[in-house]
């Protein structure tokens, strides 16, 4: 996957006054911090400088991550063409440049965060974008702690915020943000504890009586969610020459692994199954690990003599549906 080539170029514009060795420091910090699985006790980016380092280092995976869900919602219900877009905690917005990316019908957006530097940077790159939509995007300064309402809109994200807060503040934030929401997604870390949130947000989004579409085949419980695995998936994102000097990457990609759920106010039929893990590709053979509708998780096997199936299945990824023809 490619950032778009106004950001990469905002990205560049934006650090380019800030000494590397300041940007590298807090760079550092914040990878630490943001490992660190209790809830902040206040803002994570404290200055102008931690939000330019957190835009150049976290904004390519974090686009990347929510531009796979996206993609993947918008595979299933390819008549989704929503209007208007609310980023919950979206900082410097990322899940913005997703959202106008996978979905052109976007004509309104709304970017919600606590931290001021954060949202004027937003606005800084956002000015910059071949889309409307991002570059008419109101930036709003709100505590996601705030019980007040959050407005709703046609297409809603939380991504990459519930790490922050206590339990039942997410389950509040996420609870507040499905208000008013057509389709919500919530996206997290893809390691233990990012699917335990996302786990948690689904159960609110049930509650709140929306309906899974992704990545799950069902709304009962969670298959893994006794066991040792957990759900998570991987997006590539080709790293730009300031990714690769702020991480010390030699890779010309990362890959980021993420945790999500994306629900629906309208009952939309998930899909029938969800590859988890790389599909083992031997001669003749494909292995895949399924969540499947009635069967749970297990194991599925396609041979060379099933044809069109097996030459589909030589073609899956991690995270695609299974089987890949299932209709809307």
């Not at 943001?34 to 206040?42: I, N, S, V």
């Not at 410097?92 to 979905?103: H, I, K, Q, Y």
């Not at 759900?231 to 790293?239: G, K, T």
Request: charged residues 25%; proline residues 7%; aromatic residues 8%.
């Amino acid at each position: 996957m490619e950032l778009p080539v106004e950001l990469v170029e905002g990205l560049d514009r934006a650090c380019a006054g800030v000494p590397q060795r300041q940007l590298g420091a807090s760079v550092e910090r914040l990878i630490s911090r943001y490992r660190d699985p209790r809830p902040a006790t206040a803002p994570i980016l404290d200055s102008g400088t931690d939000v330019a380092a957190y835009a150049a280092y976290r904004m390519p995976a974090t686009w990347a991550a929510v531009s796979s869900v996206f993609g993947q919602f918008a595979e299933l219900v390819p008549g989704f063409r929503p209007e208007s877009f609310l980023d919950v905690g979206g900082g410097t917005g990322a899940a913005l440049w997703a959202a106008a990316d996978r979905f052109p019908s976007l004509s309104r957006a709304t970017v919600l965060d606590q931290v001021e530097d954060a949202l004027r940077l937003g606005r800084r790159l956002a000015a910059g974008a071949v889309s409307d939509a991002v570059r008419s995007a109101v930036w709003r300064r709100v505590a996601v702690t705030d019980p007040a309402s959050l407005g709703g809109a046609d297409l809603v994200a939380v991504s990459y915020v519930l790490s922050e807060l206590s339990e039942a503040e997410q389950a509040a934030l996420v609870a507040r943000s499905a208000e008013g929401a057509e389709v919500i997604a919530v996206i997290e870390p893809g390691t233990p504890d990012g699917y335990r949130r996302t786990l948690a947000a689904r159960q609110v989004l049930i509650d709140a009586g929306l309906t899974v579409v992704a990545p799950c085949p069902y709304q009962s419980p969670c298959a893994l969610a006794e066991g040792a695995d957990w759900c998570h998936f991987s997006a590539r994102v080709n790293r730009t020459a300031l990714h690769r000097r702020l991480k010390g990457g030699e890779l010309s990609y990362e890959d980021e692994k993420f945790s999500y759920v994306i629900a629906s106010r309208t009952a939309y039929d998930p899909a029938p199954g969800r590859i988890l893990r790389h599909p083992l590709k031997r001669k003749g053979l494909v292995t895949m690990q399924i969540c499947a509708r009635d069967e749970g998780v297990a194991a599925t096997m396609v041979s060379k003599r099933q044809g069109e199936t097996y030459r589909r299945a030589r073609n899956a990824e991690w995270g695609d549906p299974w089987p890949p023809s299932h209709p809307v």
